[in-house]
């Protein structure tokens, strides 16, 4: 809004040619969703609270966390939408439609993610919606954000799938995309919701592949770079930054009141939005493996539970004390922060790794 207002500017007062640069309103997004998470998160919190706008803790977790936990608020993911959409609404070209995009995802995956946590919370369980009717509905969601992204976009190289550090190997899925993106937005959806739970385990990790994807989108928008860094050309695709600012600026902005201990979780209503806008992203920049790499520790998570319900239903014995993997070594007698810490710094180092894949080809 702010964006078509000041381009609207620009005849009459040149300095506005400023909110052109993608650089700019990408850290104004940023900004404007962390302060307005910073204003209404006490408030919220608050209210959350007196309501009693809680999740009931798992019995089967770690001890203390029935101790420690119990009370805390959820839904904390509509703060995270909130600042998000302040960011987009604000600072991003509405007319792109890469955005639209976005938008249905995060809104939608979120929508889907707060109808779980309202169950919980009236059920007075952890258990929620089925598994089967959340990753059916995902499903749906997700392939009506293809025929969005299909039609609105039509992106060249919307079939391709190029294979990091080869700059020549180009697969062309044909009309197996469709799955294939269903696999990565749906997948990346549950595997940041399975990581979602410490406080901030899954905050900062999402933090890192947003910012990114951020410089990825950039430079994937920009010709000259593009062609530098030897990776496909998307127009228009450079906009994704500022999308990415305001995930970065929300979840910071999360951050400052999920620190561990948290005031308030996150729940699915932002995990799965989260998740699923990352998958989308890395779909639309055309570095959906790259996205398997800065967010490894995502995959990590999801693989865990994975293994464990095979190993279980297989032969009857668990790999791990307890799946996802963090509450693994929290039954081993790690510190709940000592976990936190040490998956944040795999996370970096994996961010690392996905931004090294531009330019090792």
């Not at 228009?236 to 999920?258: R, Y």
């Not at 791990?320 to 790690?334: C, D, R």
């Amino acid at each position: 809004m702010l964006y078509s207002f000041f381009i609207s500017l620009i005849d009459n007062y040149s300095f506005f040619n400023v909110f052109k640069y993608l650089t700019v309103r990408t850290g104004l997004s940023m900004i404007t969703s962390m302060v307005v998470v910073f204003a209404i998160g006490s408030p919220f919190i608050n209210y959350f609270s007196r309501k009693q706008i809680h999740n009931p803790i798992r019995e089967d977790g770690p001890e203390d966390h029935i101790i420690k936990k119990i009370g805390t608020p959820t839904m904390g993911g509509v703060l995270i939408l909130i600042g998000l959409f302040s960011g987009i609404l604000l600072w991003s070209d509405l007319n792109n439609p890469f955005n639209w995009f976005l938008i249905f995802i995060v809104a939608s995956f979120g929508m889907l993610g707060a109808y779980d946590d309202i169950k919980k919370i009236k059920g007075k369980s952890s258990a929620g919606i089925s598994s089967k009717t959340k990753i059916f509905t995902q499903i749906i969601l997700a392939l009506i954000g293809i025929l969005i992204l299909t039609y609105l976009a039509k992106p060249d190289d919307l079939t391709n799938l190029y294979i990091p550090f080869f700059k020549n190997i180009i697969i062309n899925l044909g009309w197996f995309f469709v799955p294939f993106y269903l696999f990565v937005i749906v997948g990346s959806s549950n595997a940041v919701n399975l990581t979602d739970g410490l406080d901030g385990l899954a905050t900062v990790p999402v933090i890192l592949v947003a910012a990114c994807f951020a410089f990825i989108s950039y430079v994937t928008g920009n010709i000259v770079f593009a062609e530098y860094l030897q990776i496909p050309y998307i127009e228009g695709v450079g906009e994704v930054s500022v999308f990415c600012g305001a995930i970065i600026g929300s979840c910071l902005g999360f951050l400052w009141f999920n620190a561990p201990p948290a005031k308030i979780f996150m729940g699915d209503t932002g995990s799965l939005a989260l998740g699923g806008s990352l998958g989308a992203i890395s779909i639309i920049t055309k570095h959906e493996i790259v996205l398997a790499i800065t967010g490894g520790l995502f995959v990590f998570e999801a693989v865990s539970v994975i293994v464990q319900v095979l190993s279980y239903k297989l032969t009857g014995r668990r790999i791990f004390k307890m799946a996802p993997i963090h509450h693994h070594f929290e039954k081993k007698g790690w510190h709940e922060s000592t976990v936190v810490i040490r998956f944040w710094i795999i996370a970096i180092i994996l961010a690392m790794l996905g931004l090294a894949t531009l330019k090792l080809r």
